[in-house]
């Protein structure tokens, strides 16, 4: 007697290695800032059909405009938090918003999309076997009693603060990755990133360069928030690009760190901003929010050994990139 089900379809991976097919990527949260960026990046190789899945909560159209209508690109506006259904060979999951303003706005909505969203994905992953990799932050540092902070530090965190929604989210969201790979054999890859800065960030997102560029722009005070000295450790997004296309084609399933080492002072930065874009601007001192870390800086050692992979624009290269950006958002034309 014959069996009545059908034979088993060939998994997407297999069926696009035999047949030497597109690999097809899904990027989640590929409207937003460090995804849109990504998926440029994704785009320039032919072989790439790119998916790109987001809510638009802090992601635009406008990031991805040059690809609509690109035979091998895809726009879905779907939420993370439900289950979704494509076949796909990897998976870069960024979907989350990453700017406190926005993260504690809706604070169980982000825990939802940390922990939900993450699930979901990696459900996929499983059911695809899709490889999956996750951007994770430096914030799973917490306020850092090591300095700069390596990989094998577990981090200092407060579990229930303001911005635990997102910290402890991204904690949890690390360990499920772990544990689908660990009991389903997944394979993931986990990127911790620290402070990412380029063109298309939020302009009023609240976050420290963008806010100082606007600023500057505007000729408005530079809001420093107190102490100043507290210190974080910027990444130019083309950088940031490189190191997570390392990691997604590297054998390692990390977490690596992916940061740019050059650490600086608030102030530090507000005078940066102030030579390199406008000597005229005042710098104003501002009440801070709470938890505010007071150092961040990451030790890349991981990323060098293992990726091959270290930053290459520093700080006084890459604040100038951003400003033809900035005006035309803002409109502002060049004095
Ligand atoms: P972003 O806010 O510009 O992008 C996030 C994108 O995710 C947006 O397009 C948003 O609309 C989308 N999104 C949010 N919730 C969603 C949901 N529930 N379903 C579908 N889409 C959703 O932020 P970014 O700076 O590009 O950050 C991207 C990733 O990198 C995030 O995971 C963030 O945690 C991580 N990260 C960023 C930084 C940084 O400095 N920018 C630092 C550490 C980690
Ligand atoms: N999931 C998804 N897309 C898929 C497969 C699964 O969104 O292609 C979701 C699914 O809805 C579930 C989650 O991923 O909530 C975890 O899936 P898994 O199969 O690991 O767990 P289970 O469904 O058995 O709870
Ligand atoms: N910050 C500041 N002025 C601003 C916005 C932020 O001095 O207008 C400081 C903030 O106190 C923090 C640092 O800049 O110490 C980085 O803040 P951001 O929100 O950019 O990123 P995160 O705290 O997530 O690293």
Redesign the pocket.
Known sequence: QTSSKPPPLPSPLRFSKFFQANMRILV????????SHLVDKLMENEKNEVIV????????KDNLRKWIDHPRFELIR????QPLLVEVDQIY???????PI?YKYNPV?TI??NVI?TLNMLGLAKRVGARILL?????VYGDPLTHPQPESYWGNVNPIGVRSC?DEG?RVAETLMFDYHRQHGIEIRIAR?????GPR??ID?G?VVSNFIAQALRAEPLTVQKPGSQTRSFCYVSDMVNGLIRLMEGQNTGPINIGNPGEFTMLELAETVKELINPKVEVNMVENTPDDPRQRKPDITKAKEVLGWEPQVTLRDGLPLMVEDFRSRLGISKA
């Open positions: 989640t949260g590929g409207a937003g800032f460090i995804g899945v987001d809510n638009f909560f802090t992601g635009s779907h939420d993370v938090t999951h960024l979907a989350c918003p990453a700017s926005f909505k939802k999309t969203g951007t994770s932050t430096s914030e997102y991204k990133i620290f402070n990412t800065y960030m939020n997102d976050r």
